[in-house]
């Protein structure tokens, strides 16, 4: 019997062995697998896309994710060739709110926005962000009214690197004018021109015509334009039609296409966040192609993140951002999806790309 247990013993000691050797070698090549950021071209740009960032400020433990992305931008901008940075919007949870009740934040308001303007602060005068709007980041907890605390924390004289490219600004629902409703004029390193256009979240009829007007200026002929706005896409790639809140003037995905994007000539990329679903990425994205009156291809894009990591009371989104590498050819833009959170340890490196078919492929531009 004891020399039973013995073998036993020593079974049971061999198959821990292989199993721990097994783990470590599949972690070894896993680990090897991981290949940093760069660029297929050398003399491609990149555009950065940051999703909503709610989940990170409203709890200050999630705050330091924000922090190493934005950090993280910062210090990639030469080595992937970064020329513009954009952010989904949704900037903080509640716009303004005193007490916060500890389920859905641990951060006033202030503390939100002062946390947010903080850390893309960091890329202030380095190269330009151009920041949407969401329904968060007006009334108290979700757009009640269209008062905004956005134009305190994020004024045009902010970033510099943004000042520089300026072109326009219509005033917000308070009668000011701010970079809520902004575009910005930008030659990409291939010599393409591009305006960078954000809209208010559910923009009002007086900012849709503003920007028609602006779209169709003739000096704007021959830019490729590309329209941020927060909610837009769902996660079917179908525009939003309609959603339930207080507001009476307001423009959803599908109208803003129907009077804005669709009757336009230059109108080229629409870039949205807003939707998501407890841990599952697929909810959070959408893709859709359709043509222009100009007979120009308009690629839109939905991406989130901020129920990644455990849900609407999780780490934030994992820390996930996407590259857009816009090849030198002038057409192709490549995207992937990656999160400098996974990547800064060796044990969750391999994590630190989402290579599913829907957080990478690549589309081109007419």
Same mark, same amino acid.
């Given at each position: 019997?004891?020399?039973?247990?013995?073998?036993?013993?020593?079974?049971?000691?061999?198959?821990?062995?292989?199993?721990?050797?097994?783990?470590?070698?599949?972690?070894?090549?896993?680990?090897?697998?991981?290949?940093?950021?760069?660029?297929?071209?050398? !003399?491609?740009?990149?555009?950065?896309?940051?999703?909503?960032?709610?989940?990170?400020?409203?709890?200050?433990?999630?705050?330091?994710?924000?922090?190493?992305?934005?950090?993280?931008? $910062?210090?990639?901008?030469?080595?992937?060739?970064?020329?513009?940075?954009?952010?989904?919007?949704?900037?903080?949870?509640?716009?303004?709110?005193?007490?916060?009740?500890?389920?859905?934040?641990?951060?006033?308001?202030?503390?939100?926005?002062?946390?947010?303007?903080?850390?893309?602060?960091?890329?202030?005068?380095?190269?330009?962000?151009?920041?949407?709007?969401? *329904?968060?980041?007006?009334?108290?907890?979700?757009?009640?009214?269209?008062?905004? *605390?956005?134009?305190?924390?994020?004024?045009?004289?902010?970033?510099?690197?943004?000042?520089?490219?300026?072109?326009?600004?219509?005033?917000?629902?308070?009668?000011?004018?701010?970079?809520? !409703?902004?575009?910005?004029?930008?030659?990409?390193?291939?010599?393409?021109?591009?305006?960078?256009?954000?809209?208010?979240?559910?923009?009002?009829?007086?900012?849709?015509?503003?920007?028609?007007?602006?779209?169709?200026?003739?000096?704007?002929?021959?830019?490729?334009?590309?329209?941020?706005?927060?909610?837009?896409? !769902?996660?079917?790639?179908?525009?939003?039609?309609?959603?339930?809140? $207080?507001?009476?003037?307001?423009?959803?995905?599908?109208?803003?296409?129907?009077?804005?994007?669709?009757?336009?000539?230059?109108?080229?990329?629409?870039?949205?966040?807003?939707?998501?679903?407890?841990?599952?990425?697929?909810?959070?994205?959408?893709?859709?192609?359709?043509?222009?009156?100009?007979?120009?291809?308009?690629?839109?894009?939905?991406?989130?993140?901020?129920?990644?990591?455990?849900?609407?009371?999780? !780490?934030?989104?994992?820390?996930?951002?996407?590259?857009?590498?816009?090849?030198?050819?002038?057409?192709?833009?490549?995207?992937?999806?990656?999160?400098?959170?996974?990547?800064?340890?060796?044990?969750?490196?391999?994590?630190?790309?989402?290579?599913?078919?829907?957080?990478?492929?690549?589309?081109?531009?007419?």
């Amino acid at each position: 019997m004891l020399d039973h247990f013995v073998g036993m013993k020593k079974n049971y000691n061999y198959l821990v062995i292989a199993f721990l050797v097994a783990v470590t070698l599949q972690t070894a090549q896993a680990q090897k697998k991981y290949e940093a950021p760069k660029l297929s071209n050398p !003399n491609s740009w990149s555009l950065i896309l940051v999703p909503d960032t709610q989940n990170y400020v409203k709890y200050q433990r999630n705050q330091g994710t924000l922090d190493l992305m934005t950090a993280w931008i $910062s210090e990639n901008i030469d080595s992937l060739n970064i020329k513009m940075v954009l952010c989904t919007g949704d900037l903080v949870e509640q716009n303004d709110m005193i007490v916060p009740d500890g389920k859905n934040g641990n951060q006033t308001s202030r503390e939100q926005w002062l946390a947010v303007s903080r850390m893309f602060g960091r890329l202030d005068g380095q190269v330009p962000y151009v920041l949407a709007a969401g *329904n968060h980041d007006y009334g108290y907890k979700a757009i009640e009214h269209r008062g905004s *605390n956005y134009n305190t924390y994020f004024p045009a004289h902010k970033n510099q690197a943004n000042y520089k490219l300026l072109s326009a600004a219509a005033k917000n629902a308070g009668g000011h004018p701010s970079l809520e !409703n902004s575009a910005f004029d930008f030659t990409a390193p291939d010599g393409r021109k591009f305006l960078f256009m954000t809209l208010e979240f559910a923009p009002r009829d007086t900012i849709v015509q503003w920007a028609k007007g602006v779209v169709d200026d003739k000096k704007y002929k021959e830019h490729t334009v590309a329209v941020l706005t927060h909610s837009y896409l !769902n996660a079917k790639n179908q525009r939003i039609e309609k959603e339930n809140y $207080s507001i009476k003037d307001a423009n959803y995905g599908e109208a803003v296409w129907q009077k804005l994007v669709e009757p336009s000539k230059n109108i080229q990329l629409v870039f949205s966040g807003h939707i998501g679903g407890a841990d599952n990425f697929k909810a959070h994205v959408g893709f859709k192609e359709d043509k222009n009156k100009g007979g120009k291809k308009v690629s839109q894009m939905a991406f989130n993140a901020q129920a990644m990591g455990g849900g609407w009371q999780g !780490n934030g989104g994992d820390g996930w951002l996407r590259i857009l590498e816009f090849l030198p050819d002038g057409k192709t833009v490549q995207v992937h999806t990656f999160s400098p959170l996974f990547a800064a340890s060796p044990a969750t490196k391999h994590l630190a790309w989402s290579t599913e078919t829907f957080n990478d492929f690549s589309f081109s531009l007419d």
